[in-house]
């Protein structure tokens, strides 16, 4: 019997499709026999219990017992008690207690100056001597007119009293003598010019002329100043007067010596305060027994108008300003509370809380810019109120 091709493909076709899903069931069961020995295996291995199985099983990202806390990391310090002084800080220049410029009332021409540039004098030394003669000569002149008019003037007396001359001309002679007196007077006034000398002890500086130079009325010769004691001129707000005190102390700084304070007193003070500026001008004085400060010199003047003992202060960093007001982050349970403070005095890297925190308060010094009020923080490198460790954040209270 014959069958067609076709229907020879279709049987072919059909018996390796039933061939094949043979196959896949012996498959599976060979698998399935082999799981089911190995979970027989696997509980005479944990003493018949199921359970010791499922506890090897990895536990995922559950967070081991002793890890770090969450919360933002951020350094932060105790407040510190510390001794704070107010200062009234201003700018001034040095002032000699004594200064001069020595400079002729007459015309006249220089025969002698006897100093030498630098040099120390004393009081009433000599500095300039100007040519006298011809003074000289006027007051010779004036006293030899007096001595004439003197004579005439006691025979003039000796007349009257005789009666022979009226009492008038007795008065005439009597205003002749005196104002020969006067001019006498006015003669050795002008002499006595001719030689200047020094009005104070001091110290005179570069000279401006020569010996033998013409000089008028009023030129420049040399400059005088006493620099043992130096004053010093600054100005203090008005809001400070009723915190100063007679004698009060301050201390001098200059760039030239960068090392070393000069202490001073202040002295005086002006009667009255600048109106365009709302200062008063203080003036005090300064020892300068080796004299190294100079007239002129740009001092700092520092002047402590008070003290506090036990002031709270804070590192400058922990200060966060917002707008006008200034604020903190204090560690409060673990916590960021931000705190409304007010600043008094600063001192470079260190600021007093006038009000706001308390002595056993802890503040953020770094992270500032990241935290908010009652964000969880976690205080590093510092030891929180109440204990523990550094890097651990401070505990809950219940």
């Not at 010779?140 to 003197?150: G, H, I, K, P, S």
């Amino acid at each position: 019997m014959q069958f067609n091709p076709l229907v020879r493909a279709i049987a072919c076709i059909a018996v390796v499709s039933l061939l094949s899903t043979a196959c896949s069931a012996g498959t599976e069961g060979s698998a399935a026999s082999k799981g089911d020995a190995a979970k027989a295996d696997a509980a005479k291995s944990g003493g018949g219990k199921p359970e010791a199985a499922k506890a090897d099983a990895p536990k995922g990202d559950a967070p081991k017992p002793g890890g770090p806390p969450k919360g933002l990391p951020v350094n932060a310090e105790k407040v510190k008690l510390a001794k704070v002084d107010d200062e009234v800080s201003a700018v001034g220049s040095l002032i000699a207690e004594d200064s001069v410029v020595i400079r002729p009332e007459l015309d006249g021409r220089i025969t002698a100056l006897p100093f030498q540039e630098g040099q120390a004098v004393k009081a009433g030394a000599r500095l300039v001597t100007l040519d006298a003669s011809e003074y000289a000569a006027q007051l010779a002149q004036v006293r030899a007119d007096l001595a004439t008019e003197r004579q005439r003037l006691q025979r003039t007396i000796d007349l009257s009293k005789q009666g022979f001359l009226s009492k008038d001309a007795l008065e005439v002679q009597q205003g002749t003598v005196n104002r020969l007196k006067a001019r006498e007077q006015e003669a050795q006034s002008r002499l006595s010019k001719m030689s200047i000398v020094a009005p104070f002890s001091g110290i005179v500086g570069l000279r401006q002329v020569s010996p033998g130079a013409y000089v008028k009325a009023g030129n420049d010769i040399v400059r005088l100043e006493n620099v043992s004691t130096l004053k010093v001129d600054f100005r203090v707000p008005e809001t400070y007067l009723s915190r100063l005190a007679p004698n009060q102390d301050v201390f001098v700084r200059l760039d030239a010596f960068p090392s070393q304070d000069f202490r001073g007193k202040v002295y005086a003070s002006e009667p009255s305060v600048d109106e365009r500026t709302r200062t008063v001008v203080l003036r005090a004085r300064i020892a300068n027994p080796d004299l190294k400060l100079k007239p002129g010199m740009f001092v700092r003047v520092a002047m402590t108008i008070g003290t506090r003992a036990n002031a709270i202060t804070v590192p400058e960093q922990a200060i966060w300003p917002q707008g006008r007001d200034s604020f903190v982050f204090r560690v409060v349970d673990g916590k960021a509370a931000l705190t409304k403070v007010e600043i008094g005095t600063r001192r470079p890297g260190l600021v007093e809380i006038a009000k706001g925190l308390g002595a056993d308060d802890m503040v953020v010094t770094d992270g500032q810019i990241k935290l908010r009020d009652g964000a969880p923080v976690t205080v590093i490198g510092a030891t929180p109120p109440g204990g523990g460790a550094p890097g651990a954040a401070a505990p809950n209270k219940s």
